[in-house]
């Protein structure tokens, strides 16, 4: 079906509205439960399911593998189901993978419901953008800061609290990996409420129906690429960070509990940083000034972190770094500011994340091999200078205001014999 033209529905009730806010902001609460939640009790989880320390390096390249992989097929359940069905369905498919994976005994069962919730999560990556698209057309900015920082914020809770839910529960990793099911339930409910609330839809009218970029269309789109290459090589600098930042501050000097709190305030600043971006990005055609404060961070903060030892220098350049890590809620904001229709929204952020997120899995594992074999920071240092240089250029392409339906190149012909449905009566802009 062809896409609805994201106009709002000035004379729905408040009280829709914020059904639509909850359930945005609770779903994306989710969404990162089933990664973070794992590594904290991964050494018990191996232990209880005799697991191998190469099966472990498995679990924990799945979400990537996942996020690319689910992520670029979500824009067909989009077309398909709709938006919100599509939402549902990833929230309920979690709710099995984790639940699953709490209460087996097996490690390939253990794996398996590990990738259906963490696909679920990749599928609710894509879908979320599409869906402020469609809801919020001119409050862009402000729904991106509500389900960017509930995506941090679950990401973080669901990591500093597993290991205390479990010890809750006599210690048990089950329970502490059991109890994100509930979350995620509830998460549900405002959506549930939503559909109950819309009447019937108007018979269906033949129109023209509006032009929506085609699948194939991406790979020739320049503005897709470069968004691809944008959110590739930001994930690349995330994912070393996530994954080495402790390392680096231990090669410096620093002990496990210091290392550890450096890198609860990196992944603290973030929460900020989800507030702050996007509405400053929604306010703007121009979002370059903004990518420039931001890189900024990287650019003072990435000599002192590679460079320093146990000193100011090397706190205030975590700090710095984190900062620069404000370029991921700016552009999970350009989704939706690069792009005309929800379909477009939904197609460039399948493209970008499922690309950028192959990229990311190949950061981490390189900075190994390259430690490995030099035993100094220096060539992984260089590798994320690179990444940072090519995020500068792509990114300082797509932050000028341009649109991915407008690339003559890759034109967006819609199936002239469609049929497009007139807004229906309801409280709600209705879902597709």
Known sequence: MAASRTTPDTNKPRSATLLVVI???????????????????????QDSLQMSATVAGVLTTLPVIAFAAFGAATPYFVRRFGDKTTLVGALIVMCVGLAARATIDSVIVFIFASALALAAGAVGNVALPSMVKHYFPHHIGRMTTAYSTALATGAAIAAATTVPAAATFGGSWRAGLGIWVVPAIVAIVPWIAISLRAPARPAVVATKPEPEPQPGSMFRNRLAWMMLLAFGSQSIIAYIMFGWLPEILRSHGYDMAQAGFLMGLFT?????????????????????????????????????????????????????????????????????????TTAGTASLSAFAQSGGYLMAGVGPLLVGVLLETTGSWTLPF?????????????????????YLEDDKSAPAVADETAISVPPAPVDIPAPR
Request: no cysteine; charged share 10%; proline share 5%.
């Open 23 to 45: 359930g945005i902001v609770l779903s994306a609460l989710n969404l990162r439960t089933a990664v973070t939640s794992v590594g904290p009790v991964l050494s018990e989880v």
């Open 268 to 340: 603290a600043v973030g929460i900020p940083m989800s507030i702050v971006v996007p509405i400053w990005a929604a306010r703007s055609r121009n979002q370059r000034p903004l990518l420039l404060v931001l890189v900024t961070g990287w650019v003072l903060g990435l000599p002192g972190l590679w460079l320093g030892g146990v000193s100011i220098l090397t706190f205030l350049s975590v700090i710095a770094v984190a900062v620069g890590m404000g370029t991921f809620p700016l552009l999970l904001t350009l989704f939706a500011l690069r792009t005309r």
């Open 382 to 402: 260089m590798l994320i200078f690179v990444s940072v240089v090519v995020h500068v250029v792509t990114a300082w392409y797509v932050t000028q205001d341009r």
